[in-house]
């Protein structure tokens, strides 16, 4: 069936056309489909029935960015449909929240090549609009939120503050700027649009529909396309843009259309890929709430929201103290008081020991020469620990890799096999939560209690009595379902005591395969290593006021790691993944690492008692003079960090390991 001129009504009957009816229409010959609008005057293509979601060169999510373009309705991201349209006008501030900067209009480092910041004009209107938003919000919160909605309302608002706050404080590489522009425009169009649904949409819709019975002209929103009549009418009498797609048999005379026009092309969406990144987010269909899941988890993962606390007070230079005297620090749950008798450190075990000889165990991943030997070398006598060792300083951010390997591999250990599993399973939830720098560290009996999640929902684990074991784990599920609920973490597991990995299903019966077992403990490796290193650097930096311009630690921090995003706190400890196991300090020649181990150096060149061979490696902040990295500069860095964590935590650290199938060479 086609649509004609016999299916158009008379423009006189134009006011008692109903949301079903079309001020424009268009056929949609490719899935025999039509399509109309009672309120709009153009109709654009629909979204491909099945999404390839992909970051794009502008930082957004091309044609599939429900902030760019009409998106299929969904009753969860209803509000989406109120998203503002781009606004050309200079003279209007949110005109800021379309800026797609150019690498001209930024700010370059002072210090570092190649970073960048925003400018103060620019920064000035992204600071403008989001106080207004927020203050908007913040005057009438309490009929913005819902029971269902509240916490979902509240973190918006927090990210839309802490994202103007990080692109306001961070200076990182051109597209990474491009991605944080974008997501404070995402946060500000995503609240923005929140508000104008609840006030137009619901909290007027009642006194528009008994007020006229003509539709109200369209208001700058991007609108959205259904299936429903319902929303469709909702919308339509409120003034949001609105397309109803109905199919082809559903056409009839009784079909009201004004005029027939063509299909258009979403305007000025990028479709080039964001430089180093290829891989789609979601491949499914485009109707689907995990496509803007999606959306969403990219971002907490890769760009994680760590909110900044205040450092302790730095330890004095030696210009400033030649006694080098223990510095005063705030006090913390888990920091002693300097010079306290009452400190019990714990005694070392043979086991504790063997941590500083790394195993060749199949399990574990290989681990570099030179944190090999500096970890052998690491005096562990406990008189060495520093004074502001407390209970609970030992602990571990993410869970400890030990754990995971097992003495044999001969006999079944149902409560190995658990560690893997409740990791795979409750991963997400465990990053999220732990993804901050202030994040809390937890023992390895901790670790171990909540590990042992899947056994115990096998109804496979029992406790002695008055152990006191079952009590520890009833806290740290507890624990793991606050951080679920909290960060909106679907969990999908078939059933008790499964996990699936590689295309493989794990479960209790059996360890997993030595290379499932090593990717495993490489990523626990690599994030409980990443995560240390920041904790250790915020002890051992000394600032410097005889420095030009500050570099954030983070920075600094973030040129050690491939993966970590500089400029970004907390990128460094979720976007970890097998890949970074042949790069970076992992890589296998030391011709990759080299730029790599000078970041390190450079880091570690500010530290109290560092080496002279690190301090004189190090020109300044500048991180180009690859010339003077040498495999002595690599062990000195690998032999002063594994003494100097010792001595301020009281146990060994985790160090570099790779993951490659070729041997390295040239070391």
């Known amino acids: 069936m086609h649509l004609d001129a016999t299916a158009i009504t008379d423009s006189s009957s134009y006011s008692a056309y109903q949301a079903w009816d079309g001020l424009v229409g268009a056929v949609i010959p490719t899935r025999r489909q039509f399509i109309t609008s009672p309120n709009a005057s153009e109709i654009f293509t629909l979204p491909e029935l099945n999404a390839n979601v992909i970051l794009r060169k502008d930082g957004r999510w091309g044609p599939d960015d ?144 008994a007020s006229s019975p003509k539709f109200p002209s369209c208001r700058p929103f991007i609108g959205a396309i259904t299936y429903s009549h319902t929303v469709a009418e909702e919308f339509a009498t409120t003034g949001v843009p609105v397309w109803l797609v109905r199919d082809l048999s559903e056409f009839s005379p009784n079909v009201r259309i004004q005029s027939l026009v063509a299909l258009q092309a979403t305007k000025l969406v990028v479709v080039e890929p964001f430089p180093g990144v290829s891989q789609a987010i979601y491949v499914g269909s485009s109707d689907s709430c995990e496509k803007y899941d999606s959306i969403y988890k990219y971002s907490r993962q890769h760009f994680a929201l760590a909110y900044e606390v205040e450092r302790p007070a730095q330890p004095p230079s030696a210009a400033d103290d030649a006694s080098e005297r223990p510095a005063k620090r705030f006090k913390t749950q888990t920091t002693a008081v300097a010079g306290s008798k009452a400190r019990a450190l714990p005694a070392p075990n043979d086991k504790d020991i063997a941590k500083f000889h790394p195993s060749d165990h199949p399990f574990w991943p290989p681990i570099l020469p030179a944190w090999r030997d500096a970890l052998a070398a690491v005096n562990h006598s406990n008189s060495r620990v520093s004074l502001e060792w407390a209970p609970g300083d030992s602990g571990y951010r993410f869970p400890d890799p030990h754990l995971f ?5 001969h006999n079944i250990n149902k409560r190995i096999s658990s560690y893997y599993i409740t990791w795979l399973n409750y991963e997400d939830a465990i990053r999220l939560a732990q993804s901050s720098s202030a994040s809390p560290c937890y023992t390895t009996t901790q670790w171990r209690e909540l590990l042992l999640l899947s056994m115990k929902e096998a109804g496979m684990l029992s406790f002695k009595v008055n152990s006191g074991a079952e009590g520890r784990m009833s806290k740290m599920t507890a624990l793991l379902q606050q951080w679920v609920a909290k960060h909106q973490i679907k969990i999908a597991t078939p059933d008790a005591g499964f996990a699936k990995v590689r295309g493989s299903t794990l479960t209790l019966d059996v360890l997993p395969p030595a290379d499932v077992a090593r990717m495993i403990v490489y990523v ?64 296998p020649t030391f011709e990759e690492r080299s730029k790599y181990i000078l970041a390190l150096a450079q880091v570690m060149s500010s530290w109290r008692n560092a080496p002279l061979i690190i301090r004189t490696r190090v020109p300044g902040q500048s991180a180009s003079s690859i010339s003077l990295v040498d495999a002595n500069l690599e062990c000195a860095c690998a032999k002063f960090y594994s003494q100097s964590f010792f001595d301020r935590f009281a146990r060994v650290p985790t160090v570099p390991r790779y993951l490659c199938s070729r041997l390295p060479y040239n070391q």
């Open 524 to 587: 626990l490796c690599e994030l409980n290593f990443r995560s240390e290193l920041r904790a250790l650097d915020t002890y051992m930096h000394i600032s410097s006021p005889s420095r030009r311009r500050a570099v954030e630690r983070d920075t600094l921090l973030g040129y050690c790691f491939s993966g970590w995003l500089p400029g970004v706190a907390g990128g460094d400890v979720l976007s970890v993944s097998e890949a970074d196991g042949l790069t970076g300090l992992s890589a």
């Open 66 to 209: 429900p902030f760019q373009c009409p998106q299929l309705y969904q009753p969860q991201y209803c509000h989406y449909a109120c998203i503002l349209k781009r606004i050309e006008d200079l003279n209007d501030p949110r005109w800021i929240m379309w800026w797609t900067p150019k690498e001209t209009e930024l700010r370059p480092d002072a210090v570092v090549p190649g970073r960048y910041s925003v400018e103060y004009t620019h920064r000035t209107l992204f600071k403008f609009c989001v106080a207004k938003l927020v203050d908007e919000f913040l005057k009438d919160k309490d009929s913005f939120r819902t029971q269902t909605n509240s916490q979902w309302v509240n973190m918006l608002v927090n990210q839309l503050q802490t994202w103007y706050n990080r692109l306001s404080a961070f200076t990182t590489s051109f597209p990474n700027v491009l991605f944080l522009v974008a997501e404070v425009q995402r946060r500000w169009l995503d609240l923005r649009a929140y508000i104008d649904y609840m006030v137009i949409v619901k909290g007027e819709l009642s006194k528009l529909r």
């Open 405 to 409: 390997v097992p003495p044999s591999l």
